[in-house]
């Protein structure tokens, strides 16, 4: 099992920044491509950011391209989410996730192995 732990969630006012961690244990980090997903009220998960296991690849959502920015640190075993000029409606639970068979490299669909509990972000208008 990996298990993935995020932290960094809270409140923030429009066009604030929050960064969101991931941290992973129980197995290879490494060795997992990782994404973060988000989850508003009432809504579906939506794909934000992608990254492949060495972290020289990554794919942004639209959504969030130019504001989001996803990256890893392999020795600390933990993914980041740099989150700029926030909006209300990036209000949204936000989720990691790490799979072997994904790439990092395109906009993700499907249901990956392993998920965190996921952190709460607030944005304010």
């Known amino acids: 099992q990996l298990q993935l732990v995020e932290s960094g969630g809270g409140l923030v006012t429009a066009g604030g920044s929050l960064r969101l961690s991931c941290e992973g244990s129980?197995?290879?980090?490494?060795?997992?491509?990782m994404a973060w997903f988000r989850q508003a009220p009432g809504k579906d998960r939506e794909f934000i950011a992608g990254?492949?296991?060495?972290?020289?690849?990554?794919y942004t959502a639209d959504s969030v391209q130019g504001r989001f920015t996803i990256s890893r640190d392999n020795a600390k075993n933990t993914m980041y989410l740099d989150m700029n000029n926030l909006e209300p409606g990036d209000t949204a639970v936000y989720y990691c996730?790490?799979?072997?068979?994904?790439?990092?490299?395109?906009?993700?669909?499907?249901?990956?192995?392993?998920w965190g509990k996921g952190t709460l972000v607030t944005v304010s208008s």
């Open positions: 996730a790490a799979d072997q068979e994904y790439t990092g490299t395109y906009y993700y669909t499907g249901d990956m192995h392993f």
């Open positions: 129980g197995r290879t980090f490494s060795t997992y491509a």
């Open positions: 990254i492949s296991w060495a972290g020289g690849s990554t």
